[in-house]
């Protein structure tokens, strides 16, 4: 009969290779250090290769190990599922999901969405991990994740995504810049100026990278932002002008803050927002239920004009 690695091995060799060292890693799966060391050997030994590259202080997978690593991941999350659909039985989607949301979408959202969730499924626990939109996917890719929240993934076939509202994507500029009293501009009209934008991993940089080529917009190399707090700040100190989702601007903008919301009348500037998860994951059922519920939560947020409640009745409207 041909080998498999029993589950405790590639739980043993997942917690090696995340903590470094046979110490940490015993204690996250709580056994001994001599007990983890043995497993591990005896896996090497039984697979025929070298998985853990042994130093003093510390060890690092080798590239096999880690490629194998990866995999046992996706078999641990696996079973995990076999254990949830258990307990979906008795009706609480799998009883725990850990949910991975995007920076730019999930604090906002998942304020509306907790309660609702929790009214309907209070025996759930949901484990949030918040990480930028690229490396987001590939942990639901790796098992790492169940299911992720953010601007939906592309050239992923091997992800499902439902799609649960569409957000408008305004220009903001500072109060004082010639184009703070229009409520709308055309491309031409970014010619020469400044854009921020978010660092690499966030999806906002594509849209405003996309924005610079097609209006003749500068992308400011020289400083990326780490949130979006971070190029609010700079807009309103007139460092440039950068694009801002508009459930942020639900949640963060104030009437006086030192920045004026714009929309660019010939450019689309919407983003489509969608659960996502493995396309192999047997807990489809489970995602599609709380993406459906978040479809819901989400349809009651975006009905005012946010640039219309900013605007006091004496301020000027286009030109």
């Avoid at 896996?43 to 290769?49: H, S, Y």
């Avoid at 020469?192 to 209006?215: F, I, Q, W």
């Avoid at 917009?217 to 508009?246: K, N, T």
Wanted: charged fraction near 25%; charge should be negative.
């Amino acid at each position: 009969m041909p080998f498999r690695p029993s589950h405790r091995q590639l739980e043993y060799l997942v917690a090696l290779g995340e903590a470094g060292h046979f110490g940490e890693a015993a204690r996250r799966c709580n056994v001994s250090q001599p007990t983890l060391s043995v497993q591990v050997a005896l896996l090497e030994k039984q697979l025929g290769v070298t998985l853990i590259d042994r130093m003093p202080g510390h060890v690092t997978p080798t590239p096999v190990g880690a490629e194998i690593i990866t995999a046992a991941k996706v078999i641990l999350s696996g079973l995990d599922e076999i254990r949830a659909l258990a307990v979906s039985s008795k009706g609480n989607l799998g009883g725990a999901i850990r949910l991975g949301v995007a920076p730019s979408f999930g604090p906002y959202f998942l304020p509306y969405l907790l309660p609702r969730l929790h009214a309907q499924h209070p025996d759930l626990k949901l484990y949030i991990r918040e990480d930028r939109p690229r490396p987001l996917e590939r942990a639901v890719l790796q098992g790492e994740t169940d299911c992720g929240v953010g601007p939906v993934p592309s050239h992923e076939p091997d992800l499902v995504a439902e799609v649960i509202c569409r957000e408008r994507i305004y220009l903001g500029v500072p109060r004082m810049h010639p184009l703070a009293d229009l409520k709308s501009v055309p491309l031409t009209a970014l010619e020469g100026m400044r854009l921020l934008t978010l660092g690499p991993g966030h999806r906002l940089l594509d849209d405003v990278r996309k924005l610079a080529e097609m209006s003749g917009a500068i992308l400011a190399e020289d400083y990326e932002g780490s949130s979006l707090d971070a190029i609010r700040q700079m807009v309103s100190i007139e460092m440039g002008l950068s694009l801002f989702p508009e459930l942020y601007v639900r949640s963060e903008f104030a009437k006086d803050e030192n920045i004026s919301l714009l929309t660019i009348s010939d450019w689309e500037g919407t983003r489509d927002i969608a659960f996502f998860w493995r396309r192999a994951s047997a807990r489809g059922s489970h995602f599609s239920a709380l993406a459906a519920l978040a479809r819901e939560v989400a349809a009651g947020l975006f009905t005012a004009d946010v640039i219309a409640d900013r605007r006091s009745p004496g301020q000027a409207g286009d030109r």
